[in-house]
């Protein structure tokens, strides 16, 4: 074998053992970094360290907790008795307790803080709360726009939406706006010793028995993760 062969063998062999390095480190990583695609996860590696937006993400979540909390408890969490509490009813009459006004207040933050994180660290595209329609049977998802989604909710045509998803984010591996490279959706649970979990479909729903995971993996092609403040970022619940 000449010289120059054997460079090039050395050099293959070189690179094979590289890519079986990266293999073993993507096994053995976190649910993150196991759902993103190789493509995308070497993109991301010129720049930054995949384990960087996990970490970010989680904080996230951690900032968005402590900062919805501080408007009404200032420095502790609130208890079961004060999540359990009615605070207001919405248009149609509905009581809303401290647990879903803090929930949604706390998403607004969360959802802030990772637009950021995702504009530096994120290289592809991404969506925040799109609403899509999905029909099961077809296999078949559109988008929803979100000037129809506000027109249709103040009018109060919110039957028009039924059956539709909208995951938090929704971050893409390329151009194609209707697959998920990865689905990530913050969860605050109230109180907060009470586990992340995804929420379960009712018998109303096209989805009925289905948890958001399932029906989100099944719509937009990718892993759904849950992210939470104590738990961080994770598969599933317990």
């Known amino acids: 074998m000449d010289s120059e062969t054997a460079g090039k063998a050395r050099h293959a062999a070189y690179v094979a053992e590289q890519a079986s390095a990266r293999a073993a480190t993507q096994a ?5 970094v196991r759902a993103i695609p190789p493509a995308v996860l070497a993109l991301m590696q010129q720049d ?15 900032q968005a907790e402590q900062l919805g909390n501080a408007r009404y408890f200032e420095n502790r ?3 079961r008795q004060e999540c359990a509490e009615v605070v207001e009813k919405d248009r149609c009459g509905k009581p809303v307790t401290r647990a879903m006004q803090l929930g949604k207040q706390k998403h607004v933050l969360a959802l802030q803080c990772a637009e950021a994180v995702l504009k530096e660290l994120w290289p592809a595209p991404f969506s925040i709360e799109q609403r899509y329609r999905y029909y099961p049977n077809a296999r078949f998802l559109e988008t929803i726009s979100k000037a129809k989604e506000a027109r249709l909710i103040a009018e109060g045509c919110t039957e028009e939406l039924r059956g539709t998803i909208k995951p938090d984010l929704v971050l893409h591996g390329d151009r194609d706006l209707l697959k998920s490279a990865l689905t990530l959706d913050f969860k605050f649970p109230c109180p907060d010793s009470n586990e992340p979990q995804w929420t379960r479909y009712g018998g109303n729903s096209p989805y009925a028995s289905q948890t958001q ?17 104590r738990k961080g970022v994770r598969a599933s619940g317990p």
């Open 48 to 62: 930054h360290d995949a384990d960087e937006l996990e970490k970010q993400l989680a904080e996230c979540a951690v």
């Open 77 to 79: 969490p609130p208890t």
């Open 213 to 229: 995971q399932e029906v989100y993996e099944q719509a937009l092609g990718g892993r759904a993760l849950l992210v939470s403040p």
């Open 28 to 32: 053995m990583a976190s649910p993150l």
